[in-house]
Nanobody, 123 residues
Framework: VQLQASGGGLVQAGGSLRLSCAAS????????LAWFRQAPGNERDFVAA??????STFYANAVKGRFTISRDKNTVYLQMNVLTPDDTAVYSC???????????????????WGQGTQVTVSS
């Protein structure tokens, strides 16, 4: 499975961005696709995940109500609204065949990673 992320950029606080993650290859093996983010000096944090077939969605508390993960065919989107400077980070998408409910928020559960895309929110 290959993942190609895009859509980052610079936006003012309160603004919106939409990230895309295009999956290719053996997408039938994907159980979950997730977004993670890493700010400078911080660990990589879970942001949102989608169960690939059922399309159930899950969010970190920090983004719940502001971010929406969705899927159209083999592309997963992360719509980010009401952005704050705390959302500034490198965002990466990840997928895996072995992800289950109990580990879906752990980066270590994901076998495939796209390149990161920078999101910068100015105050």
């Amino acid at each position: 499975v290959q993942l190609q992320a895009s859509g980052g950029g610079l936006v003012q606080a309160g603004g919106s961005l939409r990230l895309s993650c295009a999956a290719s290859g053996r997408t039938s093996s994907i159980r979950y696709l997730a977004w993670f983010r890493q700010a400078p000096g911080n660990e990589r944090d879970f942001v949102a995940a989608m169960q690939w077939s059922a399309r159930s969605t899950f969010y970190a508390n920090a983004v719940k109500g502001r971010f929406t993960i969705s899927r159209d065919k083999n592309t997963v989107y992360l719509q980010m609204n009401v952005l704050t400077p705390d959302d500034t980070a490198v965002y990466s998408c990840a997928a895996g065949p072995s992800v289950i409910q109990s580990n879906r928020e752990s980066q270590h559960a994901y076998a495939y990673w796209g390149q990161g895309t920078q999101v910068t929110v100015s105050s």
